[in-house]
């Protein structure tokens, strides 16, 4: 119903085999899109190699295709964000990087009706119901928006499995859930795609990033993490820079600092201004001690929270302070992932795993991927950097 207005946003990493390979493809009776790798526009699955493809068809054959030159097949991790406006214009940027499009078809293809064919990830379905062109490399935190504007997340795979030409996933129906508005593909097994924190002596300090501390009426916060091993109180991500602070605490509940923090399944939120406003909520029951992977999403907007955990609202957020955060200064701390970064030093260390976390306020986003080996690795849009 959307496939004029949507966007595709994942990270990449190819093992250089050079032959046409397809990354996605979603096919039904009348509309397609999909992505190709070492192919040419126009044909499906014509070869050329250190070309990529994104295309949309519709109706009576109208589609719209184009390809890229940018490197993808370096054997190094690149994220990718494809949009289409209108059903005719495409964007497509790498590493941050809006990249050019040379373009093959512009027809505008009207698509409408449901969906109800899969959608793969690492192969093609062919004409015999048979499977082919598969890709080989790595593929993970995969996220689909769909319209009309403003966009929403539409659904959330997290990590698959490295194929070497024999791995394909129908996302449609993969994990405890299927396409459904708000509910994340969530895979059942334990992916190798994630980092591990001890817990002990593990922490990731991310930066710079001092917008930041600028705009804190407008964050958003959205992180993979499974817990091991443990039900003390403990940071999933935070910084203190003096009065100004953002914090997430898992088994917490009130304020830092206070005698009895610890409530077990409780996350506690806070973020707080240069000029002592501070905004409180704690999460009760979100059953975070049960050693499998959950999808956290945390909003702070014009000084109203909103929490949702697994592609669920919870609308059981208990509130505490108030007020209206102000412009503050510049962030001069960097965000610690694993614990909290308080004046340059890592406290409440978290044992377990991270992978896929994302970071934003206002027009400035941070995604850290989190794979073991990238951990200290982001990507600013519209400005590339960081470590």
Same mark, same amino acid.
């Given at each position: 119903?959307h496939?004029?207005?949507?966007?595709?946003?994942f990270?990449?990493?190819?093992?250089?085999?050079?032959?046409?390979?397809?990354?996605?493809?979603?096919?039904?009776?009348?509309?397609?899109?999909?992505i190709?790798?070492?192919?040419?526009?126009?044909?499906?699955?014509?070869?050329?190699?250190g070309?990529?493809?994104?295309?949309?068809?519709g109706?009576?054959?109208?589609?719209v295709d184009?390809?890229?030159?940018?490197?993808?097949?370096?054997?190094?991790?690149?994220?990718?964000r494809?949009?289409?406006?209108?059903g005719?214009d495409?964007?497509?940027s790498?590493?941050?990087?809006r990249?050019?499009?040379?373009? &093959?078809?512009?027809?505008?293809?009207?698509?409408?009706?449901?969906?109800?064919a899969?959608?793969?990830?690492g192969?093609?379905?062919?004409?015999?119901?048979?499977?082919?062109y598969?890709?080989?490399g790595?593929?993970?935190?995969?996220?689909f928006?769909?319209?009309?504007?403003?966009?929403?997340?539409?659904?959330h795979?997290?990590?698959?499995?490295?194929?070497?030409?024999?791995?394909c996933?129908?996302v449609?129906?993969?994990?405890r859930?299927g396409?459904?508005?708000?509910v994340?593909?969530v895979?059942?097994?334990?992916?190798?795609?994630?980092?591990?924190?001890?817990g002990?002596?593990?922490?990731?300090?991310?930066?710079?990033f001092?917008e930041?501390g600028?705009h804190?009426?407008?964050l958003?916060?959205?992180?993979?993490?499974?817990l091991?091993?443990?039900?003390?109180?403990?940071?999933?991500?935070?910084?203190?820079?003096?009065p100004?602070?953002?914090?997430v605490l898992?088994?917490?509940?009130?304020?830092?600092?206070q005698?009895?923090?610890?409530?077990?399944?409780?996350?506690s939120?806070?973020?707080?201004?240069a000029? &002592?406003?501070c905004?409180?909520a704690?999460?009760p029951?979100?059953?975070i001690?049960?050693?499998e992977?959950?999808?956290?999403?945390w909003?702070?907007?014009?000084?109203?929270?909103?929490?949702?955990?697994?592609?669920?609202?919870?609308?059981?957020?208990?509130?505490? &302070?108030?007020?209206?955060?102000?412009?503050?200064?510049?962030?001069?701390?960097?965000?610690?992932?694993?614990?909290?970064?308080?004046n340059?030093?890592?406290?409440?260390?978290f044992?377990?795993?991270?992978?896929?976390?994302t970071?934003a306020?206002?027009?400035?986003?941070l995604?850290?991927?989190?794979?073991?080996g990238?951990?200290?690795?982001?990507?600013?849009?519209?400005?590339?950097?960081?470590r």
């Amino acid at each position: 119903q959307h496939l004029a207005d949507f966007v595709v946003e994942f990270w990449i990493r190819c093992f250089g085999v050079a032959r046409t390979q397809t990354l996605l493809m979603a096919s039904s009776a009348h509309s397609s899109f999909g992505i190709s790798l070492h192919a040419t526009s126009g044909a499906l699955h014509t070869f050329e190699q250190g070309l990529t493809r994104f295309y949309v068809s519709g109706h009576a054959r109208k589609k719209v295709d184009a390809t890229i030159k940018s490197d993808l097949y370096d054997g190094a991790w690149h994220f990718v964000r494809w949009q289409v406006e209108n059903g005719q214009d495409m964007s497509v940027s790498v590493d941050g990087r809006r990249v050019l499009l040379t373009y &093959g078809s512009r027809d505008k293809p009207k698509t409408a009706g449901g969906w109800e064919a899969p959608m793969l990830l690492g192969a093609a379905e062919l004409d015999a119901g048979s499977l082919g062109y598969y890709f080989e490399g790595q593929l993970m935190d995969l996220k689909f928006y769909a319209g009309p504007p403003p966009l929403r997340l539409l659904g959330h795979y997290p990590v698959m499995a490295p194929s070497y030409g024999n791995v394909c996933v129908d996302v449609s129906a993969d994990g405890r859930a299927g396409v459904v508005d708000g509910v994340g593909w969530v895979p059942r097994d334990s992916p190798t795609t994630a980092l591990f924190l001890n817990g002990a002596s593990a922490v990731v300090n991310a930066g710079p990033f001092p917008e930041l501390g600028q705009h804190l009426d407008r964050l958003t916060v959205e992180a993979w993490f499974r817990l091991e091993g443990t039900s003390q109180p403990c940071c999933l991500l935070g910084v203190e820079d003096g009065p100004l602070a953002i914090r997430v605490l898992l088994n917490h509940r009130g304020p830092p600092g206070q005698l009895y923090p610890y409530e077990r399944d409780c996350i506690s939120f806070l973020v707080s201004d240069a000029h &002592g406003t501070c905004l409180l909520a704690d999460l009760p029951d979100a059953g975070i001690c049960d050693g499998e992977w959950h999808c956290l999403q945390w909003a702070v907007q014009s000084g109203v929270m909103a929490v949702s955990l697994d592609g669920a609202k919870r609308p059981d957020l208990r509130r505490a &302070g108030g007020g209206q955060l102000r412009p503050t200064r510049p962030l001069r701390q960097w965000l610690a992932l694993g614990g909290c970064n308080t004046n340059g030093t890592a406290e409440q260390l978290f044992p377990g795993y991270l992978r896929a976390v994302t970071v934003a306020v206002h027009q400035k986003r941070l995604v850290f991927p989190l794979d073991d080996g990238i951990g200290s690795w982001a990507v600013q849009e519209g400005a590339p950097g960081g470590r």
